[in-house]
């Protein structure tokens, strides 16, 4: 959905022409602007505090500090930034990495102009997007049928959880369940918690795998 609201945007990645590519896509884009960019994660550390993006699009192979590096440092320094990790690559440990360190989207690189313009967009707003490919990647990256657990969640719990899988932020469960944003807040915090997961994206694949939701 596209807002009156300019969101700005932060390239990383290695390769020029990828950032040449990127650049071009955000021109087109009325409420998407490019405001820095940067060749590595080191770059992008020392970077990120000119420039004040929105939303990152990161890399995550890249020479000096890999994307996953550079995520978990930014979201400590920068909470409010949220992050989409942009690659090539769909291996399960690459995947893992990037959502442990905080990323809120993993895409690849052959994503359409309007999907990754919806994902920036949803990131924005706090919700998770995840490359098709990378859901079926963690889905699959078990050993066996997964073991059913319901993990300890309330009634209530279970409800934000159907909210978080269908791409709810937190304003829109609290609007939803008619509730305050801190409570829905808090609800989101407790069900990552009992389930292990450091954030939004990662529960969404473990309440698939495990068949929470329908």
């Known amino acids: 959905m596209i807002t009156n609201e300019t969101i700005r945007v932060m390239l990383v990645d290695d390769h020029d022409m990828v950032r040449r590519g990127l650049a071009a896509f955000l021109n087109v884009k009325q409420d998407l602007e490019l405001v820095g960019e940067a060749r590595d994660g080191r770059e992008a550390i020392r970077e990120v505090s000119l420039c004040k993006p929105d939303v990152i699009l990161m890399d995550l192979i890249m020479p000096e500090m890999d994307g996953a590096a550079a995520t978990r440092k930014i979201r400590r320094m920068y909470p409010d930034i949220q992050i989409i990790a942009l690659t090539s690559f769909q291996e399960t440990e690459l995947i893992r990495g990037a959502l442990q360190a905080g990323a809120i989207g993993y895409l690849l690189k052959n994503v359409s102009v309007d999907d990754l313009a919806s994902a920036i967009r949803a990131a924005h707003s706090g919700q998770s997007t995840l490359a098709p490919e990378v859901v ?3 889905l699959s990256s078990g050993s066996g049928v997964p ?3 319901d993990y300890g969640l309330t009634k209530r ?7 978080l899988v269908q791409g709810l932020n937190n304003r829109e ?11 829905a807040k808090a609800h989101v915090s407790h069900i990552l918690a009992k389930m292990d997961v450091s954030n939004r994206a990662e529960a969404i694949v473990l309440a698939l795998r495990n068949d929470l939701v329908t």
């Open 136 to 138: 079926q990647a963690l």
């Open 173 to 183: 469960i609290a609007e939803e369940l008619v509730v305050s944003r801190a409570t």
């Open 157 to 163: 719990e279970m409800e934000v959880l159907e909210l």
């Open 147 to 149: 073991e059913t657990r």
